[in-house]
């Protein structure tokens, strides 16, 4: 880390606001005195500006029992509406809502009224399953509008959704539907991909399938599928239902209720440091008054004009914030696309940007990595001038990415805002604010107005500007976790003790450091967590995927850095010697690689599998993946006086070259 801290000391370019951008930003350097001058009633009118509640909240933020917040606890509201309806009675329902672009080349465009309709009849199917108030709802679903309003229909009734990324495998698909015992489950046959239809059923069908005989009991009902990618797949009479003879015929009638604000609105999985991913829960007031005032602001939205793009997938928390509730909440007009990328060509995301006349995009800091490689000649072939604010998210974004993002795809002129946030959080926290803060690029700078980080040392203390140590919130935001599903335990070990007796930071697992100015430079995790592109894998969840496979005596997964992915899954696996007596070694590695990819999803394919003799342990038996990571990176290897053999490392490297 310490190199990183040198290299980013020497950044000291800055981009000062436009003045013509200043005088128009939906922002204000005000908000920041507001919600200075006092927190919680800055976000109780924030939340009675932004939503429409069908009961109002009496008070904002219930603390008394930390960590569990609870926020504008006595107020309802339905996300839904107001994410659709309001817009249609506000006479907004001709505004377009969804400019769908599938990968193919085929497109629509959806209106807030029709959105509105169609969510109204998902709403009454899913009525008419049984589904209502506390249910949960597995959504396993390609980039297509029913996407969307599969989720805002799932919120509707008031049951819980919990949205499995498209790229993750039957078995991933199949731990979190029966960690969150759902009750249904929305797919479709199968969406494009990189110019071919990937499909999606079989995957239910053999999540579905496996768990007979496995004594567990089956809490799936029913399968809802959307037709997309046209491919065969398998029908279960009675439990599987096709979306479009089930839809059209709903009746499109169908009444908001309101829910009080903290009933669960999503479980979303995450990556943690074990084995086992977390069901971070999210909840209805605060986390849809936090995304609809940071989309807003920090994307300095004019959603009359504003043509707005986010790229990442609704199988992550920017999609479900930043596609679905945020954009959805402030009537914005959006684009949604279906596929990667480079298909069918290289320059797809700038002929997408010239085609809608994009004026916000969001993306991740590995997607501007490799457009930087291909160059500048593929995004220069089409017309970028309607672009006028441009986000990063996912990981730290280098300085040269920053700049390059600024002058290249925004022609020197659009403000950059780097936003760092998690799943956890459910909405952006630090950022620059566009129009308001002189920038810096690689740093993500400061806490929006009502939030509160700090960096502090082991001991929680503040470490000072122009120090490093761990980032800290350090009080509770609207937006916030309200804990692990099914797992309040680990949600306080994860976040809450390590500075127990800070009297409740939470503990974002986040490395940062404090320049002068008292801006926030992040740093990467501090963790056993690993940052691929953009996503969050941990290493104890593919080690265990790589020792259930039969040739497996042990295993170690690092992250070691990549020039494009940020980081790369790189693993050392120790093979039984009596696998070896039956087995040629020879294709074994990549055998183990494509294994990860079936066992968790191909995200979680390592690039680099090792097959070696040992691995470095302490003398408590702790493998010291420090020593792995600088055999990944080429590096040195460090100190290994720790060690209880020490001549394993050389050994090690001896295998590895
Ligand atoms: C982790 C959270 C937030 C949505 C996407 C990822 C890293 C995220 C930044 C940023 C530096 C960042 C952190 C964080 N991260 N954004 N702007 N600068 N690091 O959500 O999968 O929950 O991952 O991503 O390490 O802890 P996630």
Known sequence: MSSQIDHLLDEDRRFAPDPAFTAQAVATAELYERAKADRLGFWGDEARELLTWSKPFTEVLDWSNPPFAKWFADGELNVAYN??????????????????????????????????????????????LGVGEGDRVAIYLPMIPEAVAAMLAVARVGAIHSV?????????LRSRIDDAG??????????????????????????????????????????????????????????????????????????????????PLFILYTSGTTGKPKGILHTSGGYATQTAFTHKNVFDLHPESDVYWCT???????????????????????????????????????EIVEKYGVTV????????RSFMKIGRAVPHRFDLSSLRVLGSVGEPINPEAWVWYRSV?????????????????????????????????????????????????EEGAHVGNGNGGLLVITEPWPSMLRGIWGDPERFVETYWEKFADKGGF?????????????????????????????????????????????????????????????QAVVAFVIIKESYLAEHAPEGLANDLRLWVGEQIGPIARPRDVYIVGELPKTRSGK???????????????????????????????????
């Not at 499995?164 to 991933?172: E, H, L, R, Y």
């Not at 797949?233 to 599987?240: A, K, L, Q």
């Not at 995009?361 to 501007?368: D, F, K």
């Open 164 to 172: 499995v990324f498209g790229g993750f495998s039957a078995d991933s």
């Open 361 to 368: 995009l969001y993306t991740a800091p590995t997607a501007i």
């Open 182 to 263: 759902a009750k249904l489950v929305i797919t479709a046959d199968g969406g494009y991909r990189k110019g071919k239809v990937s499909a999606l059923k079989p995957a239910v069908d053999q999540a579905l399938a496996d768990r007979n005989g496995s004594g567990v009991q089956e809490t799936v009902e029913h399968v809802l599928v959307v037709k997309r990618g046209g491919n065969d797949v398998e029908w279960t009479e009675g439990r599987d239902l096709w979306w479009h003879d089930v839809v059209p015929e709903a009746p499109a009638d169908h009444v908001a209720q309101g829910f009080p604000a903290e009933n």
């Open 506 to 566: 939470y503990f974002a697992g986040d490395g940062a450091r404090l320049d002068e100015d008292g801006d926030v430079w992040l740093l990467g995790r501090v963790d056993d967590v690993m940052n691929v592109s953009g996503h969050r894998l941990s290493t104890a969840e593919i080690e265990s995927a790589l020792v259930a496979h039969e040739a497996t005596a042990e295993a170690a997964v690092v992250g070691a850095s990549d020039e494009t992915t940020g």
């Open 312 to 350: 990442a997938d609704i199988g992550w928390i920017t999609g479900h914030s930043y596609v679905v509730y945020g954009p959805l909440a402030n009537g914005a007009t959006q684009v949604l696309y279906e596929g990667t990328p480079d298909a069918p060509h290289p320059g797809r995301w700038w």
């Open 409 to 457: 795809i925004g022609a020197d002129r659009t403000p950059v805002v780097d936003t760092w946030w998690q799943t956890e959080t459910g909405a952006i926290m630090v950022s620059a604010l566009p129009g308001i803060t002189e920038t810096k690029p690689g740093s993500a700078q400061v806490a929006l107005p009502g939030i509160s980080v700090d960096v502090v040392d």
């Open 83 to 128: 994410c659709l309806d309001r817009h249609v009675e506000a006479g907004n329902g001709d505004r377009v809502a969804l400019l769908w672009e599938g990968e193919p080349g085929d497109s629509r465009r959806i209106t807030y009224a029709e959105l509105t309709d169609e969510v109204k009849r998902v709403a009454n199917v899913l009525a008419g």
């Open 623 to 657: 493998i010291m993946r420090r020593l792995l990571r600088d055999v990944a990176e080429g590096r040195e290897v460090g100190d290994t006086t720790t060690l209880a053999d020490t001549a394993v490392m050389s050994v090690i490297s001896a295998q590895v070259k």
